[in-house]
């Protein structure tokens, strides 16, 4: 926790204090008083987001603000409350050495010490419910995640591809699935073993990532296949994109000590239309993946 010390060179010296940063560290520190009706409400929640709403609904009365932020970069997490306004505190939240992200409060007035140590308090509270928030968000990822390259696995896919279907009927959109399998992967296995196998998925993983969209669902969804799901896009620009993946893996082989493996890959389009279900939208992009395979390996074909 930031010492008095610390608040009083910044807050008592009567400097315009824009900014009030340090450590909070809650390890063997009790909440204050007053706080136990606050920790009630937040261990009502693991979504982190709906977490820092509350904290900041409670914090308001006590220590009025124009805005309050938080963020983890570690989870990929940002949320903004409110308008950022000329001063603010600023604290890293850690507990046992645990990294919870950072958050900022501020407003047009500078914060007197006595309310800064009020907020730490309530800071203070935050800790342990933002803790397992975090890891149950952790845990929930993990499940979705493909360990070995960290895209989305089979389960995740087939959720986001129901989702998607539903929201691009809804807004009106195009919606457009690219399935890629890697052309003669056995061979890659049996000829240079497993670890390379592993080496070559994970730079396929890499490529994909260097042409997709950030808003692009990417899934490893069997051993060598992978999915790339894409809203607002028509057949156009998927085929592009496929086009463009598989050159770009055509150009770099995959560096392994030693070596270097060349590969390539074949890609499938469809484009969904007008009623149709999530099972035939990607039976259609799986059958095109095939025809790319049985036309010759390393090339794009569109569903029909």
């Known amino acids: 926790m930031m010492t008095q010390e610390q608040l009083q060179v910044v807050v008592e010296a009567g400097r315009p204090a824009r900014q009030v940063t340090g450590p909070v560290d809650v390890d063997d520190v009790s909440p204050a008083g007053g706080t136990t009706d606050l920790l009630a409400h937040l261990q009502t929640t693991l979504d982190v987001n709906q977490l820092v709403r509350i904290f900041d609904a409670s914090v308001q009365p006590v220590v009025p603000h124009a805005s309050l932020s938080y963020g983890n970069p570690v989870q990929d997490l ?18 046992r050495d645990e990294d919870l992200g950072n958050l900022v409060v501020t407003r047009a007035t500078p914060f007197v010490r006595e309310e800064v140590m009020l907020f730490e308090n309530m800071l203070i509270t935050l800790a342990f419910p933002l803790r397992n928030a975090l890891m149950y968000q952790r845990a929930l990822q993990s499940a979705l995640k493909d360990p070995l390259t960290g895209l989305y696995n089979r389960s995740a896919m087939d959720s986001a591809l129901h989702r998607e279907v539903l929201l691009a009927r809804r807004n009106g959109v195009p919606l457009s699935l690219v399935i890629l399998d890697i052309d003669h992967f056995k061979s890659i296995n049996d000829s240079h073993g497993h670890t390379t196998g592993d080496a070559v998925i994970k730079t396929l993983s890499a490529r994909l990532a260097d042409c997709t969209r950030k808003s692009d669902i990417l899934a490893r969804f069997g051993g060598e296949e992978f999915s790339v799901l894409m809203n607002n896009t028509d057949q156009f620009g998927a085929r592009l994109l496929a086009e463009r993946i598989c050159q770009a893996v055509r150009a770099a082989p995959c560096r392994v000590p030693g070596c270097d493996i060349p590969f390539t890959v074949s890609a499938g389009v469809a484009t969904l239309r007008v009623h149709e279900s999530d099972r035939l939208f990607f039976e259609r992009a799986d059958a095109a993946l095939y025809e790319a395979k049985r036309s010759g390996r390393d090339r794009v074909c569109l569903a029909q």
């Open 78 to 95: 940002q949320l903004e409350i409110g308008t950022a306004q000329q001063h603010s505190c600023t604290y890293r939240l850690t507990l």
